[in-house]
Protein backbone atom coordinates (compact mmCIF):
# COMPACT_ATOMS: atom_id res chain seq x y z
CA UNK A 1 0.00 0.00 0.00
CA UNK A 2 2.98 2.25 0.75
CA UNK A 3 4.05 1.75 -3.05
CA UNK A 4 0.82 3.19 -4.46
CA UNK A 5 0.48 6.06 -2.01
CA UNK A 6 3.86 7.21 -3.03
CA UNK A 7 3.04 6.72 -6.96
CA UNK A 8 -0.26 8.79 -6.42
CA UNK A 9 1.59 11.74 -4.51
CA UNK A 10 3.94 12.32 -7.28
CA UNK A 11 1.11 11.77 -9.98
CA UNK A 12 -0.28 14.42 -7.52
CA UNK A 13 2.80 16.93 -7.27
CA UNK A 14 3.31 16.19 -10.95
CA UNK A 15 -0.62 17.67 -11.26
CA UNK A 16 -0.37 20.39 -8.85
CA UNK A 17 3.07 21.61 -9.90
CA UNK A 18 1.80 21.77 -13.23
CA UNK A 19 -0.83 24.23 -12.33
CA UNK A 20 1.23 25.95 -10.26
CA UNK A 21 4.23 26.42 -12.79
CA UNK A 22 3.77 30.02 -13.48
CA UNK A 23 4.00 30.77 -9.59
CA UNK A 24 6.16 28.63 -8.58
CA UNK A 25 9.10 31.32 -10.17
CA UNK A 26 7.86 33.84 -8.31
CA UNK A 27 7.60 33.53 -4.22
CA UNK A 28 5.76 37.28 -3.85
CA UNK A 29 2.48 35.58 -5.81
CA UNK A 30 -0.18 33.36 -3.69
CA UNK A 31 0.46 30.80 -5.85
CA UNK A 32 3.98 29.89 -4.51
CA UNK A 33 2.32 29.67 -1.32
CA UNK A 34 -0.73 27.67 -2.22
CA UNK A 35 1.40 25.08 -4.01
CA UNK A 36 2.82 24.42 -0.77
CA UNK A 37 -0.29 24.09 0.96
CA UNK A 38 -1.74 21.98 -1.60
CA UNK A 39 1.37 19.77 -1.49
CA UNK A 40 0.57 18.72 2.47
CA UNK A 41 -3.16 18.11 1.91
CA UNK A 42 -2.55 15.72 -0.34
CA UNK A 43 0.13 14.20 1.87
CA UNK A 44 -2.70 14.04 4.59
CA UNK A 45 -5.04 13.21 2.70
CA UNK A 46 -2.79 10.06 1.65
CA UNK A 47 -1.64 9.37 5.44
CA UNK A 48 -5.14 8.83 6.21
CA UNK A 49 -6.83 7.54 3.40
CA UNK A 50 -6.83 4.14 5.41
CA UNK A 51 -9.15 5.54 8.04
CA UNK A 52 -11.66 7.57 5.78
CA UNK A 53 -14.91 5.10 6.82
CA UNK A 54 -12.94 3.64 10.33
CA UNK A 55 -14.96 3.72 13.09
CA UNK A 56 -17.71 5.49 11.45
CA UNK A 57 -19.12 6.91 14.85
CA UNK A 58 -16.01 7.69 16.68
CA UNK A 59 -15.88 11.50 18.20
CA UNK A 60 -12.98 12.57 15.97
CA UNK A 61 -14.69 10.52 12.82
CA UNK A 62 -17.72 12.99 13.91
CA UNK A 63 -15.83 16.07 14.12
CA UNK A 64 -13.64 14.75 10.67
CA UNK A 65 -17.05 14.46 8.15
CA UNK A 66 -18.68 17.78 10.37
CA UNK A 67 -15.64 19.84 9.15
CA UNK A 68 -15.33 17.74 5.24
CA UNK A 69 -19.35 18.62 5.25
CA UNK A 70 -18.29 22.28 5.69
CA UNK A 71 -15.73 22.75 3.21
CA UNK A 72 -17.70 21.73 0.19
CA UNK A 73 -20.33 24.54 0.31
CA UNK A 74 -18.07 27.47 0.82
CA UNK A 75 -15.64 25.69 -2.47
CA UNK A 76 -18.99 25.42 -4.68
CA UNK A 77 -20.62 28.64 -3.37
CA UNK A 78 -17.11 30.46 -3.87
CA UNK A 79 -16.45 29.42 -7.16
CA UNK A 80 -20.07 30.18 -8.21
CA UNK A 81 -19.91 33.56 -7.19
CA UNK A 82 -16.16 34.45 -8.88
CA UNK A 83 -17.63 33.12 -12.28
CA UNK A 84 -20.82 35.37 -12.00
CA UNK A 85 -20.07 38.33 -9.65
CA UNK A 86 -16.61 38.70 -10.70
CA UNK A 87 -16.87 38.94 -14.16
CA UNK A 88 -13.61 36.81 -14.51
CA UNK A 89 -11.77 38.07 -17.98
CA UNK A 90 -8.76 35.96 -19.91
CA UNK A 91 -7.50 39.98 -20.54
CA UNK A 92 -6.34 40.00 -16.67
CA UNK A 93 -2.64 39.51 -16.55
CA UNK A 94 -1.59 37.91 -13.58
CA UNK A 95 0.17 34.42 -14.20
CA UNK A 96 -0.97 33.05 -10.44
CA UNK A 97 -4.40 33.67 -11.16
CA UNK A 98 -6.46 30.25 -12.85
CA UNK A 99 -9.28 30.76 -15.24
CA UNK A 100 -12.12 31.92 -12.42
CA UNK A 101 -9.41 33.68 -10.15
CA UNK A 102 -9.17 36.45 -12.95
CA UNK A 103 -11.72 38.36 -11.80
CA UNK A 104 -12.59 42.03 -12.49
CA UNK A 105 -15.22 42.97 -10.26
CA UNK A 106 -14.69 42.57 -6.59
CA UNK A 107 -16.87 40.00 -5.17
CA UNK A 108 -18.60 40.89 -1.72
CA UNK A 109 -21.86 39.37 -2.28
CA UNK A 110 -23.20 35.66 -0.64
CA UNK A 111 -20.36 34.03 1.57
CA UNK A 112 -17.64 36.76 0.63
CA UNK A 113 -19.88 39.30 2.32
CA UNK A 114 -18.51 37.23 5.35
CA UNK A 115 -15.35 35.89 4.56
CA UNK A 116 -12.49 36.66 2.14
CA UNK A 117 -11.43 33.45 0.97
CA UNK A 118 -14.04 31.05 0.97
CA UNK A 119 -12.14 28.74 -1.49
CA UNK A 120 -8.66 28.51 1.36
CA UNK A 121 -11.62 28.62 3.97
CA UNK A 122 -12.70 25.42 2.42
CA UNK A 123 -9.59 24.17 1.98
CA UNK A 124 -8.37 24.26 6.04
CA UNK A 125 -11.54 22.89 7.04
CA UNK A 126 -10.46 20.15 4.08
CA UNK A 127 -7.41 19.77 6.00
CA UNK A 128 -8.34 19.65 9.31
CA UNK A 129 -11.37 17.19 8.48
CA UNK A 130 -8.82 14.84 6.85
CA UNK A 131 -6.51 15.19 9.82
CA UNK A 132 -9.29 14.17 12.20
CA UNK A 133 -9.95 10.55 10.39
CA UNK A 134 -7.38 9.33 12.16
CA UNK A 135 -5.24 11.96 14.25
CA UNK A 136 -1.66 11.44 14.66
CA UNK A 137 1.55 13.58 15.58
CA UNK A 138 2.54 13.51 11.59
CA UNK A 139 -1.07 14.41 10.69
CA UNK A 140 -1.11 17.02 13.69
CA UNK A 141 2.21 18.53 11.79
CA UNK A 142 0.62 18.51 8.04
CA UNK A 143 -2.53 19.88 8.56
CA UNK A 144 -0.66 22.88 10.31
CA UNK A 145 1.60 23.29 7.59
CA UNK A 146 -1.24 23.71 5.65
CA UNK A 147 -2.62 26.03 7.58
CA UNK A 148 0.55 27.81 7.66
CA UNK A 149 0.87 28.22 4.06
CA UNK A 150 -2.68 28.84 3.14
CA UNK A 151 -2.66 31.96 5.53
CA UNK A 152 0.66 32.97 3.86
CA UNK A 153 -1.65 32.35 0.64
CA UNK A 154 -4.41 34.71 1.47
CA UNK A 155 -1.93 37.35 2.95
CA UNK A 156 -0.07 37.62 -0.18
CA UNK A 157 -3.35 37.52 -2.17
CA UNK A 158 -4.68 40.41 -0.16
CA UNK A 159 -1.50 42.41 -1.29
CA UNK A 160 -2.48 41.76 -4.98
CA UNK A 161 -5.94 42.64 -4.62
CA UNK A 162 -5.25 46.29 -3.17
CA UNK A 163 -3.17 46.39 -5.85
CA UNK A 164 -5.97 45.77 -8.15
CA UNK A 165 -8.86 46.93 -6.26
CA UNK A 166 -6.91 49.57 -4.92
CA UNK A 167 -9.15 51.28 -1.54
CA UNK A 168 -12.29 49.46 -2.25
CA UNK A 169 -10.42 46.04 -1.35
CA UNK A 170 -9.18 47.91 1.82
CA UNK A 171 -12.85 48.57 3.18
CA UNK A 172 -14.14 45.08 2.35
CA UNK A 173 -11.30 43.78 4.38
CA UNK A 174 -12.46 46.24 6.77
CA UNK A 175 -16.31 44.66 6.60
CA UNK A 176 -15.07 40.96 6.47
CA UNK A 177 -12.90 38.02 8.38
CA UNK A 178 -10.52 36.22 6.49
CA UNK A 179 -11.62 32.60 6.82
CA UNK A 180 -14.13 32.05 9.33
CA UNK A 181 -17.66 34.10 9.38
CA UNK A 182 -17.36 36.96 13.02
CA UNK A 183 -14.11 35.08 14.32
CA UNK A 184 -11.13 34.82 11.99
Given at each position: ?15 I?W ?76 P ?24 Y ?7 W???F???S ?48
Amino acid sequence: MLQIKAILFIIALAGITWISRSSLRDFRSHGFYRFFAWIAITALILLNINYWFYEPFCLYQIISWILLIISLPLVIRGVQLLRKAGKPDEGRIDPALVGFEKTTQLVTEGIYRYIRHPLYSSLLFLAWGVFFKCPSWTGGCLAVIATFFLTMTAKVEENENIKFFGDSYRHYMMQSKMFIPFLF
